[in-house]
């Protein structure tokens, strides 16, 4: 597969989701939910007739697929050495580290005011309990890092901060310093990779991450859908969360610690949850597998996401609207920026209904309008998609 067939009209991914429906509709959800390839629907149906087969003997197998999903996750990051905890949605797994942390002695936690809803809406909740919760801002994006730096001290358990801001594509630079000041005061740093992960490509050892816990997921740029989240922990640590699952007793050593202590599992084990449907990861090793057939690498999703991008960004300025209308953030260059395209309006709202209406799908984020590309379009769409916006603002100015 190359990135010029995947810009052409057929787009040559198109065929693959047919029941998707890609090549029919302008789907720029790329950044929120992308289409999920036929080949989902076979890991589903395995997973339902494998249940039938085997009742509960199923966990065999649905233990198997976990693991694949595990090592699929690992090969994005580049990362030989993490251990990997699955969990349905991020929150949960997040609940799970903070229940790791010192909290008792250090009741400092550091991020920014950019993050996703799963880190702002606990933190703040955290802060509202008497927790010192210190919110850096994440504007400008380029100097973040600093910002982090200077408000860790020892009384940080945590500094949380998104390697691609959510709202506004912006990836996070200097992630590795901040690691290296998390370490010097004793605290732990939880980056969350979710709109860098099948997008950017993200090395956690060339980014000074390999000490670090890394949250993310696939139901945005890796189309795994739902129930497919991960926290990678660092190797050769121990930890006790308070919130732990007895799935974590399969590996346990024994049936209790010193004193009667709980025990935990090894590895990964020690984050644990609890039952859960497998569904998901029949369906997300299934996309890992197609992914790999059919030479979707990082490297080459970030080139087609950057000419998807681009192009975007160069159509959107050539529909000349009033910057007070619509505008974007000329201060990044293409490459500071992830999966989508974030444009600036009071009305953004109104934009993404008028679009869904012409039956173009977005999303819009506290006066943001997002357009997410994804590379199963064809450039021809996404031109079309932006004479709809075009066409859609100019209604608004009447």
């Known amino acids: 597969m190359t990135a010029e067939a995947l810009f052409a009209s057929p787009n040559a991914l198109a065929p693959h989701y047919r029941r998707f429906r890609v090549a029919e509709r302008l789907l720029l959800t790329g950044h929120s939910h992308q289409a999920w390839p036929d080949r989902a629907l076979e890991g589903q149906q395995r997973a339902w007739l494998d249940a039938a087969e085997l009742v509960d003997d199923k966990w065999g197998r649905a233990f198997e697929r976990a693991d694949r999903v595990r090592n699929g996750f690992a090969r994005l990051l580049q990362d030989d050495e993490g251990l990997y905890a699955l969990g349905a949605n991020t929150h949960e797994l997040v609940i799970r580290f903070l229940s790791a942390l010192p909290l008792d002695r250090r009741r400092r936690l550091v991020t920014t005011d950019g993050e996703f809803h799963t880190l702002r809406r ?69 980056v969350d990779v979710y709109h860098a992960l099948g997008v950017v490509p993200f090395s956690l050892s060339e980014q000074g991450l390999d000490e670090s816990f890394v949250v993310g997921g696939g139901y945005k740029y890796c189309q795994l859908g739902e129930g497919n989240c991960f926290l990678r922990l660092p190797p050769r640590r121990e930890f006790r969360p308070v919130v ?18 709980v025990s935990y599992g090894q590895g990964a ?19 890992f597998d197609f992914f790999a057939e059919a ?13 998807q991008v681009g192009l975007l960004a160069r159509a959107v300025d050539e529909l000349d609207l009033p910057a007070e209308l619509l505008g974007r953030d000329l201060r990044a260059p293409l490459s500071e920026i992830g999966g989508f395209l974030a444009l600036s309006s009071p009305r953004a709202g109104e934009l993404c209904d008028g679009l869904r209406r012409a039956g173009v799908l977005t999303d819009h984020r506290r006066g943001v309008l997002r357009l997410g590309p994804a590379p199963y379009l064809a450039d021809e769409q996404l031109l079309e998609a932006v004479a709809c916006l075009g066409a859609v603002a100019r209604e608004l100015l009447v």
């Open 122 to 190: 606990q933190l703040a909740r955290l802060s509202e309990a008497g927790f010192d919760v210190v919110s850096v801002p994440a504007d400008p994006p380029e100097d973040i890092a600093p910002r982090l730096v200077a408000a860790v001290d020892d009384r940080t358990a945590a500094v949380l901060v998104s390697a691609v801001l959510f709202q506004n594509s912006r990836i996070v630079q200097g992630l590795g310093e901040v690691a290296a000041a998390a370490r010097r005061c004793g605290a732990e740093l939880l």
């Open 244 to 261: 732990t699952g007895w799935f974590s007793e399969f590996s346990a050593l024994a049936e209790s610690g010193p004193g009667g202590t």
């Open 269 to 287: 084990d020690v984050f644990a949850g609890s039952t859960y449907d497998p569904t998901s990861h029949y369906r997300a090793s299934e996309v």
């Open 295 to 307: 030479g979707l690498t990082p490297e080459l999703l970030r080139r087609v996401s950057q000419h």
